[in-house]
């Protein structure tokens, strides 16, 4: 019997005695209400799993232990009865360990028996190696001490239980050899305990998670340490959720990944080793006469073509036509990158980045530093005019047709995200922008997530998030990479220019410079895709960007997708694959998170199941994700028909009731 059978089993044997039934009456089924209990210590253990049910869209309900005016848990906090069925307010529990409350605690007793009657999952987020987890203490074939770099594997029982995502290896991060990261227990399994995750002891192996079954309850049980950004936490962060929840949850989680190559057809500055700055760009003292440009070639284009079959990963091309005529017409009148681009057009997503890439925005005086904005006798802002930057959007637009390019319209990133405000200089967005965003149909806009991590509304337009990569515009070789990077994170006793050392909390200098005939590869490369990789297994759909001249010379950029797309489809099964979507997906679902979320926190959303029957209720307009196992049905008006995608082994989608219904109502199987 799987999980979800055997839980449903567990609750519909439950009696309850009605008011005025006889002793023989028969069992009633109890309401389970799809929301988690976290009992929250302050420690990064419990936190990492409260950010996973929160990124994820499961609700959940937060008692700090710490608080004196935390409410008291106790049966009625627990349970009770609604329209004459007993009801269990928590389909899970979250414990900082097995317990938290004390050695004879009211409170641990009143979970111990809400578990048992209902049955309820617990995780217990951190503990040691001993029986009372159902583990032999670690002096006994196990091991207690720092994990950084352990080998851990999937078990069996993981691969046919919570963790059958996963391709079978769960690598602790070991980032530094000066830092300890990780620490924990390893301990041989006792009668009742199923290990999940373990790595090699001595001779044989020890656990780190698995599944303690004992007195009527589960307990999850972890032996490690760990916060939510460290990798060996995020592979194993959607099994534990499915634990808990018995594979049937609101909320929902993907792993995404979509890279943005901007300046496609335009040449780009490049970095001056000697002067430590970008001729042709703002602020490069003497560097007049000294401009020098990069940009793809034919070859670089097939490159490209035959580097995102080989990956089965599409990227999205953000083109500017207009540069690449000016290019043309500079150069001989004939263009063999775009011809060859053009050829191979159905094989990229294309996304218009206006026509010749200007500044959107205020009219930039570039002879300060930082630049400013000009402004006029009467001291008011000079802007680019709506009709300007309606202009940039259709040329670029009908230069593609012209092309036969195929492209979506509502679709837009600026050259710079140029037009959004732009701190500290620019405090406000053009506001001729959102007009000619409204005038060209355009519904979704990039902005820059290390500046504007929200979504927001531009006039009908809303933004979307983008990643800016640590692989620098102005490079294209690996030895210019080296050397700019050199320049930023070195002291200035080391050459560098001291930025790290002026800003201590956003930046870490390096202990030396790097070798720029090697730094590259060695040093950055892993960082950025170590980076790269942490967003795609948080369920982040934000996308990624780079520029054209990473495509260029050198190829700067694919070795680091190359480390995230390898290493990814390693650690994860073929059931669990990488989401590739375009800007307006990804924006849909940005919008979709912000209105769950809003409704979630207003307390308008109450789903819970009975039985084998699921019911969601949400407010109108707003659609609810849900996890459900596979073989799951979506009530119609009329019959039944599978609910959601298939993705890492369950399925799941943002669903929202049919015609002529108020609330979601789905049958789990039997």
Not at 102 to 122: D, N, V
Not at 145 to 169: C, E, H
Request: aromatic letters at 8%.
């Amino acid at each position: 019997m799987n999980g979800v059978a055997a839980a449903m089993a567990v609750a519909a044997l439950v009696s309850v005695a009605l008011p005025g039934a006889s002793a023989h009456a028969a069992a009633v089924t109890p309401r389970i209400d799809l929301k988690v209990l976290v009992v929250d210590d302050g420690g990064s253990s419990v936190e990492a799993i409260t950010a996973e049910l929160r990124d994820t869209g499961v609700p959940y309900t937060r008692v700090q232990l710490g608080s004196s005016s935390r409410p008291v848990i106790d049966a009625a906090f627990l349970s009770d009865t609604v329209d004459g069925r007993p009801r269990a307010k928590y389909q899970g529990v979250v414990l900082p360990n097995e317990n938290p409350f004390g050695e004879g605690s009211a409170e641990m007793a009143a979970l111990a028996a809400y578990e048992t009657a209902y049955g309820i999952r617990q995780v217990d987020a951190y503990t040691w190696a001993h029986p009372g987890v159902g583990l032999e203490y670690t002096d006994n074939g196990g091991y207690s001490g720092q994990l950084d770099g352990t080998q851990a594997a999937v078990t069996a029982a993981g691969k046919a239980g919570p963790f059958a995502y996963l391709g079978g290896q769960v690598l602790f991060e070991d980032n530094s050899a000066l830092i300890p990261e990780s620490y924990g227990f390893m301990g041989k399994p006792r009668a009742g305990y199923t290990s999940y995750v373990d790595a090699p002891v001595g001779s044989g192996r020890a656990s780190l998670v698995g599944e303690y079954a004992h007195d009527g309850r589960r307990e999850l049980v972890v032996t490690f340490g760990y916060n939510q950004h460290q990798q060996q936490f995020r592979l194993l962060a959607r099994g534990i959720v499915e634990w808990l929840t018995q594979g049937v949850h609101l909320g929902q989680s993907r792993s995404w990944f979509a890279v943005h190559v901007d300046d496609v057809f335009a040449p780009d500055a490049r970095w001056n080793k000697e002067l430590n700055c970008t001729p042709g760009d703002y602020a490069c003292p003497g560097g007049e006469g000294k401009e020098s440009t990069i940009r793809m070639t034919a070859a670089d284009a097939q490159y490209a073509a035959q580097w995102q079959q080989e990956k089965n990963f599409k990227l999205d091309m953000l083109f500017n036509g207009g540069a690449g005529e000016e290019w043309k017409a500079e150069n001989g009148g004939t263009d063999a990158l775009t011809s060859q681009l053009v050829a191979d057009r159905a094989k990229y997503r294309w996304l218009n980045h206006t026509y010749t890439h200007p500044f959107l925005g205020c009219t930039q005086d570039t002879t300060t530093v930082p630049w400013t904005c000009t402004k006029n006798a009467s001291g008011a802002i000079n802007w680019m005019s709506r009709a300007e930057i309606s202009a940039q959007i259709r040329d670029n637009v009908n230069w593609a047709a012209s092309k036969g390019i195929a492209l979506d319209r509502t679709e837009l990133v600026t050259g710079e995200h140029s037009g959004l405000k732009t701190l500290p200089q620019q405090d406000q967005d053009n506001p001729n922008l959102a007009g000619a965003l409204a005038d060209n149909g355009v519904k979704w806009v990039g902005s820059d997530n290390s500046r504007e991590p929200a979504q927001r509304a531009v006039g009908s337009a809303r933004t979307v998030p983008r990643h800016p990569m640590n692989v620098y515009y102005n490079t294209g070789t690996n030895a210019e990479m080296a050397d700019e990077y050199n320049w930023i994170y070195t002291s200035r006793a080391q050459g560098g220019s001291g930025i790290c050392e002026d800003n201590p909390a956003t930046s870490t200098c390096l202990p030396a410079p790097l070798d720029t005939a090697t730094g590259y590869l060695e040093h950055i490369v892993p960082a950025e895709a170590r980076t790269a990789l942490r967003h795609v297994l948080a369920n982040d759909p934000r996308p990624h960007y780079v520029h054209q001249s990473n495509l260029a010379e050198d190829r700067t950029l694919y070795p680091v997708l190359d480390r995230v797309l390898d290493t990814y489809r390693t650690l994860y099964a073929p059931n669990t694959p990488i989401v590739n979507q375009s800007m307006k997906e990804i924006g849909t679902e940005l919008g979709r998170r912000a209105a769950w979320d809003a409704a979630l926190a207003a307390g308008r959303v109450t789903a819970y199941r009975i039985g084998t029957t699921v019911t969601v209720k949400a407010p109108s307009g707003v659609l609810a994700p849900v996890t459900a196992p596979n073989g799951t049905k979506k009530q119609l008006l009329l019959g039944t028909s599978d609910f959601g995608t298939a993705y890492a082994g369950n399925r799941s989608g943002w669903t929202g009731p049919e015609l002529l219904q108020s609330a979601v109502t789905l049958k789990l199987p039997s």
